[in-house]
């Protein structure tokens, strides 16, 4: 079994979102995000589906052309193969636990990488 406080690995970063891995397996990804106000994850369509339980805070999930407002205890499903971005408010701290399933490969991360070096979060 794999038990992890949300509060005990609450780690954020200024430069960009910062993402927790607290379980994988090569079924499944488990990771605790932590955004500061405006980060995001940038909108990429890798072969997972994922879902995100927003712990604290408020923010925007993109699900294909829909964009979302999320709140806490909010749960968004994003199929794979589908757009999909996660993005805090400009006013305030996002926390979410996001599951994927299959893992996603490091190159279906590409867009993620690029995205945010380039500061895009539709690039």
């Known amino acids: 079994m794999t038990a992890t406080d949300f509060g005990a690995v609450r780690e954020y970063d200024d430069d960009r979102f910062s993402a927790v891995e607290v379980f994988r397996s090569e079924r499944m990804k488990v990771v605790c995000g932590y955004f500061e106000p405006g980060q995001f994850i940038p909108v ?4 997972s589906d994922v879902a995100v339980h927003v712990q604290s ?11 979302r407002a999320v709140e806490p205890g909010d749960v968004v499903v994003v199929e794979a193969d589908t757009d999909r971005g996660v ?7 996002l926390e979410a ?3 994927t399933a299959p893992p996603p490969t490091d190159a279906e991360h590409d867009p993620v990488r690029r995205g945010v070096k380039k500061g895009e979060f539709d690039p």
């Not at 990429?44 to 072969?47: F, R, V």
């Not at 805070?57 to 964009?67: A, E, F, H, I, M």
């Not at 993005?87 to 701290?93: L, N, Q, S, V």
């Open 44 to 47: 990429h369509a890798p072969a």
């Open 57 to 67: 805070g408020t923010g925007v999930v993109r699900d294909g052309d829909t964009k």
């Open 87 to 93: 993005k805090a408010d400009e006013d305030g701290r």
């Open 97 to 99: 636990l996001l599951v």
